[in-house]
């Protein structure tokens, strides 16, 4: 049988569905629900620090006015607006664009235009990053498994892989700033002011952004393809080699590009689904305190198993392609017994001869 490292199937096998691969990966997501505790945990805890300061700043603001009274039992535009101009740093995003699908959509147009960061929100974002990219190597483990595993398993994954992850992103880091610092500015200043400078009819401009957004957005889909089937090789295969990896996931992608593209664009679809849903039920600045704080809970395990199912469908698409459907190289680890359970075995074992 060929080996897994030339990208090509076994012969005589059928060639994995994408659509399977993808329905794969939300089962294995929707029946890991510690895992879905855990990354909801860990973006909670992630988030409590700038929520904290801007508590006490709201607070200090508010003081005991009347003004505080109103705004617990709902949103006051004057008063956000008066905040707004005399908050500094990450506490000016406290804007009307928080509420429901509103900061949605204001975090994916900062996106999609590449707007700097406050410092406060960068130094929180870019330690995000990298608690995630120690956690991935647990989470691509337990659902390459697809089934239950220890904390001391998923934890020592996690140490494992993390290094290799961390030379990958040496090479993939430079990627992500050169769509960002010169594809993006050249995209959208150079080629956009030169194609709308005569520009008269709106719907045309409107297309052209459009269409530039399309061509940013697949160069990054691109990058990160290129890198999601490096860590599974990473994962699935026990690759130890970063040129290794990226190599293979090349191969593994050339071969496969419509299918490949398929899946990403499948994952992408459903969570448009998942936004389109949200922009429909998002409550309003009228409603409940509890229903919006149920509500934005809902949303974000939602988005969790987004993320998750995406990731799960790669390796379920990667192991039934290659047969390495159920397979995982890396052995699961063995926590060791006390040394009293050890030499109670051995006077056992002594006793038995």
Known sequence: MPSSSDGRSEPGRPRASVLGAFLEGWRRTLR????????????????????????????????????????????????????????????????????????TLA?????????PLDPGI???????????????????????????????????ACGGYFPRFLRLAVVTGPCYWALFTLLHPWLFVTIYDRWTRDE????RVVVIRVGLYLVFLGALAAVNIVADFAKVRFVVEDRRSMISALGASLRFIRRR???????????????????????????????????????????????????????????????????????TARPEPIWPESPAVEAIRNLRGMGDR
């Open 257 to 327: 590009a419509f299918r490949v593209s398929a899946l990403y664009v499948l994952n992408v679809l459903a969570v448009l689904v998942i936004l389109r849903l949200w922009m429909q039920t998002a409550p309003g600045v009228a409603a409940p305190t509890w229903l919006v704080l149920l509500a934005g809970q809902i949303y974000l395990v939602a988005r969790i198993w987004a993320r998750l199912a995406f990731m799960a469908s790669e390796i379920a698409f990667f192991q039934g392609e290659l047969a390495h459907a159920g397979f």
């Open 200 to 203: 008269t009819a709106e719907h």
């Open 122 to 156: 960068a130094v929180v974002v870019a330690g995000y990053v990298i608690l995630w990219m120690f956690l991935s190597g647990g989470v691509l483990d337990r659902l390459a498994r697809g089934r239950p595993v220890r904390a001391s398993a998923f934890f020592s």
């Open 32 to 103: 890991a629900p510690a895992l879905t505790l855990g990354v909801l945990a860990v973006t909670f805890l992630t988030a409590l620090p700038l929520g904290v300061v801007l508590q006490d700043r709201l607070e200090t603001h508010f003081g005991s006015s009347l003004e505080a009274e109103r705004a617990l039992s709902s949103w006051n535009a004057v008063w956000t607006s008066e905040f707004e101009a005399q908050a500094s740093g990450f506490t000016r995003t406290f804007t009307h664009e928080i509420l429901g699908f509103g900061g």
């Open 107 to 115: 975090a994916l147009s900062a996106f999609a235009d590449a707007m």
